[in-house]
């Protein structure tokens, strides 16, 4: 058996955003400070991506549609 250390990374509009190593495992510590860099990601929805290249990727896509 063999283990393999994932990194994790998180994406948005094709972007990849720095994750701080003491937000590293607080998910709405870290949506807040991102939401500093793009204001949209407060109401965009978080995918899992899935693993690319070794990487885990979590996507923040924006929400669609229309207002009101």
């Known amino acids: 058996m063999q283990i393999n250390h994932l990194a994790r990374t998180c994406r948005y509009?094709?972007?990849?955003l720095p994750i701080p190593p003491h937000l590293a495992n607080d998910a709405?510590?870290?949506?807040?400070?991102?939401?500093?860099?793009?204001?949209a990601i407060l109401?965009?929805?978080?995918?899992?991506?899935?693993?690319?290249?070794g990487?885990?990727?979590?996507?923040y896509r924006r929400a669609v549609g229309t207002k009101g």
Not at 13 to 16: F, L, S
Not at 28 to 39: D, E, I, N, S, V
Not at 55 to 59: A, D, L, R
């Open 28 to 39: 709405q510590g870290l949506r807040a400070y991102h939401a500093t860099l793009y204001p």
């Open 13 to 16: 509009d094709g972007i990849d």
């Open 55 to 59: 990487v885990h990727v979590t996507e």
């Open 43 to 53: 109401n965009a929805e978080l995918v899992d991506a899935g693993v690319t290249g």
